[in-house]
């Protein structure tokens, strides 16, 4: 009995690639192959879905935006995040935004409207996180696990996490806290629902300030944080021919590029599967 058939549903998926990918082959696995479009959703650090492409998909051209992927989480992040989608080449309509965690990262680039057109990945900007300002001279205070003057009581600590890079920045006319400079980047060392304390590198130890001037002029902000979207239509997208396709969109610095690899050629793929977005019908 064969391995495939014809028609477009997860039931008539190759079953070998799975084992391909490195995992048993079996029906569960094909199901959770076939379609699939979420990061992590089949193996970690990735995005690896089975499709079957007809003659009529493999000859469109461009296509919506298909899944959007965070390149760098970021930092600071108190909210959701705007997203901008700049076309180029080609590409219109499409809409999304960011999402952000508990910790203060952007955690999914979501699409609200896919848009139609895209020759070639959009260009992706993720707004900034917002500045938190603190008072150079009350906010610097003692501990805890630290001596004097140790950490920065700010309103929005809980969004920072041991680690974080942040940027220490000063108003004009204001006087940069001693021990700190304007527009250097700094790693948190130390953070409660109140307080953070910072460090000159990753693994540094803390640095110890002085209280400064009574001045408000005085932010901690995280990163930014980065994203790609890849586009639908096969063409454009690794050149998919009709048959059953396995489709591998990148993450990282390959973020948004897409690879395919042609598991079964035909030309005879009936009915349409879920799988609009990414190869669409026209």
Known sequence: MPQWKKTDNAANSVLWAVSQLQKTANASNRTALYGNTTQNGFITGRVDGQYGVDTTEAGI?????????VILAGTGYIANATVTITAVNGGSVAVANATSNSTGKISAL??????????????VTISAPANTTFNA??????GPNGGA??????SSAPFFVVGDHVKYQVATNNTAISGLISGDLYYIQFANSTVVALAASASGSRITLTKGLTQTGHSLTGVNATGAFSIGGAKNTGLAHPGWVLRTTGTGGRAGRVFTETLVAMGSMTSDG?????????
Request: negative net charge.
């Open 137 to 142: 001279n009350s906010a610097v205070v003692s």
């Open 274 to 282: 879920s799988d609009d977005t990414i190869y669409p019908d026209t």
């Open 110 to 123: 979501n699409v609200a409207n896919n848009g139609l057109g895209f020759k070639v990945q959009p260009t």
């Open 61 to 69: 051209t461009s296509g919506g935006l298909a899944k959007g992927i």
């Open 149 to 154: 003057n140790s950490t920065i009581t700010i």
